[in-house]
């Protein structure tokens, strides 16, 4: 009878670990973006974010300006960091992801920084 009580009772300590585990947020995905008040007026397109072995990379496409690869990109806790080069400037992306949604800011240097709001459309 002792064996089968610390059975159970070491089954019922297993299940209630399993169920505290941490749920990961994860930017991976293709999203749609609308960068407001530009010197050029609102512009939109798409950002991918991938991860391969614990990397995350990206690309970022605007459908006025062309496609650039994300550099320096860093990823942690729903925030990201990169910049990237369009149309003869250097640019920068902060911002944050929750749940389907991202907010945050395009920075231009010298032209100054706009907000940018995006979409989940593929991935999770």
């Known amino acids: 009878m002792r064996k089968i009580y610390l059975i159970f009772t070491l089954a019922i300590v297993s299940a209630g670990c399993a169920g505290t585990r941490k749920v990961v947020y994860s930017p991976v995905g293709t999203w749609e973006y609308v960068v407001t008040g530009t010197p050029s007026g609102d512009t939109n397109g798409t950002f991918m974010i991938t991860k391969t072995d614990d990397v995350f990379a990206g690309s970022f496409k605007s459908v006025?300006?062309?496609e650039s690869a994300m550099e320096n990109l860093y990823y942690a806790e729903g925030k990201i960091t990169c910049q990237f080069y369009l149309s003869g400037?250097?640019?920068s992306m902060m911002g944050t992801f929750t749940g389907d949604t991202y907010s945050?800011?395009?920075d231009a240097g010298q032209m100054g920084a706009f907000p940018i709001t995006a979409n989940r459309i593929t991935g999770k």
């Open 104 to 106: 945050g800011t395009i």
């Open 89 to 91: 400037i250097d640019l």
């Open 64 to 66: 006025e300006y062309g």
